[in-house]
């Protein structure tokens, strides 16, 4: 390495001062670095500053939710109609479903062959016992007829003469007798005489023979040219005509004319489960007469009222229930056969027992309930034991008296203890009005 010269400057060390410093004076060696404190205590405020914000935002959040919570939970108004509980009778009944069947049904055939020559009646008509539906044409057994008349004036005009021919015979034998005793004939000609005698009497057997058969023949005659006009067994209705005039019909005929069903009386099977069947039979073994009632498909509107019949003389062991037949005199024909209907067999009335609308029974967790009306127009839950329920109406056997007043539209959104306005009940019941 080269030494320096007396004309060269002698190397300094950078960014290092020559300056010695003074004693107790520490100096920075970046004089920008002094004035950032600020900057980071700012930092540390703004943040702080945030923090508080934030508690403060969350606690306002929580007391909003609480205060929404309370509000929620706290009982508010609530409109409702509501009905008074009764006092009255019960009737009770047991229900089936039933069809309607006629009383009697008989398809309309005839009895004799012959072709179709008139058709009395109308399709659907009501017509009465003995009345003429039809006539076959009646000659070839008005011709019978005849001829089994002339075959009896036949076996008659026989019959005469072989009595004549008996009583020759008869006076012949008396004579022959007196001259066998007098030994003028001889025995064979006794017996001879005798034998024609028994011949003729066998004669006469077979012509009163001929003659009943003749007259069979008459009667059967008779018989079929009464059958040659068709006539109605039954009252009833009469159905569709399955055969057109001028056809040719047989006995043998398996679909007949036309089906007449009685529909005055008129009857229903109905079915109710095997555990209901004793206090019917024993109604039945009293002589009871029970009432029994029939309604639509919707089980809403009656359609007639009847009896009970019978009971089925068996049980079915596939379903578990016992078929019942009642009789309906359906006088306004409100009943048709085939017809569904919902069937209420009156047992028995229960006196005396608490009637409350049906709707204002209420079903939860611990069993059945009604809202009751209390002074200051709140409600609260009373639990109630359901007893019969018949159409719309229930009865209570305990929770209940006569005059509480019960919830029956707009329970579904009750609770214990809200208030309500009360409004008029539907179908007219007794509410007690109220401002919440």
């Known amino acids: 390495m080269k030494p320096p010269t007396a004309l060269e ?12 410093p003074l004693p107790g004076v520490h100096l920075d060696p970046d004089p920008r670095s ?28 929580k007391e909003a939710l609480s205060a929404t919570a309370k509000t929620m939970m706290k009982p508010s108004s609530a409109f409702v109609s509501a009905a008074a509980a009764r006092r009255g009778d019960m009737p009770v009944y047991l229900q089936g479903i039933g069809t309607v069947t006629a009383f009697n049904t008989v398809t309309v055939k005839t009895r004799v062959d012959g072709q179709l020559v008139s058709v009395n009646f109308k399709e ?18 008005q011709v019978a007829l005849d001829q089994a008349k002339g075959n009896l004036d036949q076996a008659k005009g026989t019959l005469a003469k072989d009595r004549a021919a008996l009583q020759d015979a008869q006076i012949n034998y008396v004579r022959d007798q007196q001259l066998f005793k007098d030994q003028i004939i001889a025995k064979q000609q006794l017996d001879t005489q005798l034998a024609t005698a028994d011949q003729v009497r066998g004669s006469i057997e077979a012509d009163q023979a001929s003659i009943a058969a003749a007259q069979a023949a008459i009667d059967s005659a008779k018989l079929n040219l009464t059958y040659t006009k ?25 679909t007949g004319l036309a089906v007449i069903t009685q529909l005055q009386p008129i009857a229903a099977l109905f079915s109710i489960p095997e555990d209901q069947l004793p206090p019917v039979l024993r109604k039945l073994r009293e002589n009871a007469t029970m009432r029994a009632e029939a309604y639509d ?10 009896t009970l019949l019978t009971v089925d003389n068996e049980i079915d062991t596939t379903t578990g229930t016992s078929r019942l037949k009642a009789v309906f005199p359906n006088s306004d024909y409100s009943l048709f056969p085939n017809q ?15 009637i409350v609308p049906a709707v204002a029974i209420q079903r939860g967790p611990t069993g059945t ?15 109630v034991k359901v007893g019969l329920s018949v159409a719309n109406d229930v009865s209570i056997e305990d929770g209940l008296s006569a005059g509480d007043n019960v919830v ?26 109220s401002q919440g």
């Open 124 to 141: 659907g008509q009501d017509v009465r016992k003995g009345d003429v539906l039809a006539e076959i044409d009646p000659r070839p057994y």
């Open 297 to 306: 498909r919707d089980d809403t509107r009656k359609l007639a009222e009847g």
């Open 369 to 383: 309930f009604v809202y009751l009306l209390k002074d200051g127009d709140t409600v609260a839950v009373r639990p």
């Open 340 to 354: 569904f209907v919902n069937i209420r067999l009156w047992l028995d009335t229960r006196r005396g027992a608490i």
């Open 408 to 433: 029956v539209d707009g329970a579904e959104k009750l609770t214990d203890g809200m208030k309500v306005t009360v409004r008029q009940a539907p179908g007219g019941a007794s509410a007690r009005s």
């Open 9 to 20: 400057p002698e190397p300094t060390q950078p960014h290092k001062s020559h300056i010695a």
């Open 34 to 61: 002094s004035n950032r404190w600020w900057v980071w205590l700012l930092a540390f405020a703004l943040i702080g500053f945030g923090c508080y914000k934030l508690y403060v935002y969350e606690n306002g959040k």
């Open 230 to 254: 068709i006539t109605a067994p039954i009252s009833g209705r009469i159905g569709l005509r399955q055969v057109d005039m001028g056809n040719m019909v047989h006995a043998a005929d398996t």
